[in-house]
């Protein structure tokens, strides 16, 4: 059973990065590729970014195109998210999560989620 870890959450102020990790436990990330979430309170779960199993294709919702970066380690177990000029706005719990299906930002896709993490944007 594919367990998914995201860390790397916290208070940021406005223009600040913050890079989260997603690592993997029971499997290997391999065989899946990977997406990255944010919900915001009272707002629907929202796609940020998404990495095919071998990492030849990435995609970004329109708003943080410039400014997210997602990669994979060649080793198949930690998948990364860096966000840079955060802005309050984007205060939310980030989820990474997996999926057999190919890189898509349709969370109703994936299959393995983690816990989340709390990123909080405010000076």
């Known amino acids: 059973q594919l367990q998914l870890v995201e860390s790397g959450g916290g208070l940021v102020q406005p223009g600040g990065s913050l890079t989260l990790s997603c690592a993997v436990s029971?499997?290997?990330?391999?065989?899946?590729?990977i997406g990255w979430f944010r919900q915001a309170p009272g707002k629907e779960r929202e796609g940020v970014s998404c990495?095919?199993?071998?990492?030849?294709?990435?995609n970004y919702v329109g708003s943080v195109k410039g400014r997210f970066t997602v990669w994979r380690d060649s080793g198949g177990n930690t998948a990364y998210l860096q966000r840079n000029n955060l802005k309050p706005e984007e205060t939310a719990v980030y989820y990474c999560?997996?999926?057999?299906?190919?890189?898509?930002?349709?969370?109703?896709?994936?299959?393995?989620w983690g816990q989340g993490t709390q990123v909080t944007v405010s000076s």
């Open positions: 990495i095919s199993i071998v990492g030849d294709r990435i």
């Open positions: 999560a997996a999926t057999s299906l190919g890189a898509t930002l349709d969370p109703a896709l994936y299959s393995y």
């Open positions: 029971g499997s290997s990330l391999l065989s899946y590729a």
